[in-house]
């Protein structure tokens, strides 16, 4: 398969909340992704060609990949399948596993943030997402983009994946986030 | 009206509503996110964020009305009017929606319809402000005039 390098970076944002994904959406298409948005973690999966069989612990997939994402985006608390159900079963799925999974939630609570990046979440946000917080997906996105690239050979797949694998494993002290401050009221002319 | 009295006006109108705790820094953030290619953006948030608490308020009144009243399910709802009353800075809702959260740990059922009467009453208030400014708005831009806009931090 070929790599498009000028192709835009497709990324799949998950909120169950319309008004957050109306924002999600503005955000990520301002930072010059392309968007999709879906309102729960079951159409994701659908989306994402990948059947959430529910007898199974397991998802298989159902045929190819329905579109191609390059990052997914999620709120953490959803009715049903929550962000973090939706992270197990993409990591556990072997067409999607690769996909980095960003995690964003309006609590900041250490234990949730921790578990998730355990699970294999790539970045964890606080919500109110803000325009600031989209620097930090480039990161993830290029690092998938160089490793396709590269990878050759099957050594060099699993050299490429161990090194990701520990460099997931972020800190937790990365994740102590500091109170919002007020903007002073100034104008513009 | 000229255009810049009507964008002093606009002005002391906008930073009484942060002065009162109506909006905070996040209504900036979504002001910096409308340009030209997507002039009503805000606006557009604010309407869905109002559908949303409008559903989710009928869904706390049902629920509060019950025999037995389900708190797990109370706390949910308000988890979500918090969310996105953070998300486009209605600060005094997620305020409450805060008060409210903590009823729901204590199955206090009068503080949660204290709170329920409050968010309501908080959610009609800001929509009141917000429908105000987004006309402000459109006067000034129907004289030709460009909105002042806060910057950020």
Known sequence: MAIATDTQFHVLAVDDSLSDRKLIERLLKTSSYQVTTVDSGTKALELLGLQDDQTNTLSYPTNQQEIEVNLIITDYCMPGMTGYDLLKKIKESSSLKDIPVVIMSSENVPSRIKRCLEEGADEFFLKPVQLSDMSRLKPHLLKRKSKDCNSSSANTCNESNNESSSSKRKQIDDYILPERTRPRLFFER | ?153
């Open chain 2, 1 to 153: 009206m000229e255009v810049s009295r009507l964008q002093r006006r606009y002005i002391d109108f906008i930073s009484a509503l942060f002065h009162e705790g109506f909006l905070d820094s996040q209504f900036t953030e979504l002001q910096h996110l409308q340009d030209e290619s997507n002039p009503d953006f805000v606006s557009e948030v604010a309407s869905l964020f109002f559908e949303d608490s409008e559903r989710l308020l009928n869904e706390l009144s049902r629920t509060l009305d019950q025999q037995t009243v389900d708190f797990k399910k109370i706390d949910a709802h308000v988890h979500q009017l918090k969310g996105s009353s953070a998300s486009i800075g209605a600060q005094r809702v997620k305020n409450v929606c805060l008060t409210f959260r903590s009823c729901c740990d204590e199955n206090n059922l009068e503080g949660c319809l204290g709170c329920l009467q409050q968010v309501k009453q908080e959610c009609y208030l800001v929509k009141n402000k917000l429908d105000a400014l987004f006309r402000l708005e459109q006067q000034i831009l129907a004289t030709g005039g460009v909105v002042p806009i806060m910057s950020k931090d």
